[in-house]
C-alpha cells in the first residue's frame, strides 16, 4: 500500500457501497487490491489521530513520518477486523492506529541509556525534594542534591523527548483515566446543561438524516472532518464554487428542520 496519499483525490463511496466492499473482502481477505480500497476510504481517520496526538518530539521526527506510522495501523486494523469484534470499524480502527503511532515514536529513542539514567535520577530528585520543600524544586537545588552542576541538571532535562499523548493514562491499571479526561474545561456544561445539549444533538442528527445524501456528506466532511469547501470539491469531484452553494442550501435546511422540530415539540407541550 503506496503510503503518500493525497487526502483531496478520494473519492468517497455510498454507504452501500461500502458495506458491499467489506462483505466482498470478509470472503476474500487475499484480494490486497479491495484491502487497498478499503484503506483509502479510512484514510482520513490517520488525519484525525495524529492531529490529537500530542508529542515532544526531535527534529528529526517529521508530520509525515507521524502519517506513515498511522497508515501502518490502518492497514493492521483493516487487515485484522472482523465483525465478531462487535464495534464499528472506526472505533477499532482509531484505537489501532493510535496505538501504532505511539509505539513507533516511543520505540525510536536517540538517547544512551546511561543518559536516560541521569535523567532518571534527576527526577526522581525532584520528586524528593517536592515532598520535602512542599513545593517544586530549583534546577540549583536538584543539582545539589545530587551533587552535580546546575548546568548538567538543566542540559539533562532538556535532552528528555518524553513521549507523551492526551490519550495516555495516568496510571497502569484498567480503570485509570487517560490524561484527556483529567483535563478541565473551563466551559464544562452543568448536568441541566448537558442534558439540553443532548437533546439538540439529537435533534441535528435527526435532522442531517433528511437532508439529501450530497448535502449531509458535506457538512459531515466540513464539521466533523475539518475539511475545507476546495478539499471536500476535489474529494467528491465537484466545484469549491457548488461545494459552497450545496453547503449554504444544506445550512438553511437545517435551520427550517429545527425550527420545526422545536414547534411540535412546543406544541405537544402545550396540547
Known amino acids: 500500500m503506496e503510503q503518500d496519499i493525497s487526502y483531496n483525490k478520494i473519492k468517497r463511496v455510498t454507504n452501500q457501497e461500502l458495506t458491499e466492499m467489506w462483505t466482498r473482502y470478509f470472503d476474500d481477505h487475499e484480494n490486497k487490491e ?43 486494523a483493516v487487515e485484522k477486523f472482523t465483525p465478531k469484534m462487535g464495534a464499528r470499524f472506526e472505533t477499532y480502527a482509531l484505537v489501532r492506529i493510535r496505538g501504532n503511532i505511539i509505539d513507533k515514536i516511543r520505540s525510536q529513542d536517540f538517547l544512551p541509556r546511561s543518559v536516560r539514567r541521569k535523567i532518571k ?32 541538571v538543566e542540559q539533562l532535562l532538556s535532552d528528555d523527548t518524553t513521549i507523551t499523548s492526551i490519550y495516555d493514562k495516568k496510571g497502569s491499571s484498567e480503570g485509570d ?23 439538540v444533538k439529537k435533534e441535528l442528527e435527526n435532522a442531517l438524516k433528511r437532508l439529501p445524501e450530497r448535502e449531509r456528506t458535506i457538512m459531515v466532511l466540513y464539521y466533523h472532518e475539518n475539511m475545507t469547501l476546495k478539499e471536500i470539491g476535489e474529494a467528491i469531484n465537484v466545484s469549491e464554487s457548488r461545494i459552497s452553494q450545496l453547503h449554504a442550501q444544506a445550512i438553511m435546511k437545517l435551520k427550517n428542520l429545527l425550527s420545526e422540530n422545536r414547534a411540535e415539540r412546543l406544541k405537544r407541550s402545550i396540547i
Not at 527534529?59 to 506510522?69: C, L, N, R, V, W
Not at 483515566?177 to 437533546?199: F, G, R, S, V, Y
Open 34 to 76: 479491495l484491502r487497498d480500497a478499503l484503506i483509502l476510504q479510512y484514510i482520513y481517520l490517520t488525519r484525525y489521530v495524529v492531529g490529537r496526538v500530542k508529542v515532544a518530539l526531535p527534529p528529526t521526527f517529521s508530520y509525515e513520518d507521524i502519517a506513515s506510522y498511522g497508515v501502518e495501523g490502518l492497514i493492521d
Open 121 to 152: 535520577d534527576v527526577k526522581e530528585a525532584q520528586e524528593e525534594l517536592k515532598k520535602q520543600f512542599g513545593r517544586a524544586a530549583t534546577d540549583t537545588e536538584v543539582a545539589d542534591f545530587l551533587g552535580i552542576e546546575k548546568e548538567k
Open 177 to 199: 483515566l487517560e490524561i484527556i479526561d483529567t483535563i478541565q474545561d473551563a466551559q464544562a456544561l452543568n448536568p441541566h446543561e448537558k442534558l439540553e445539549e443532548k437533546d
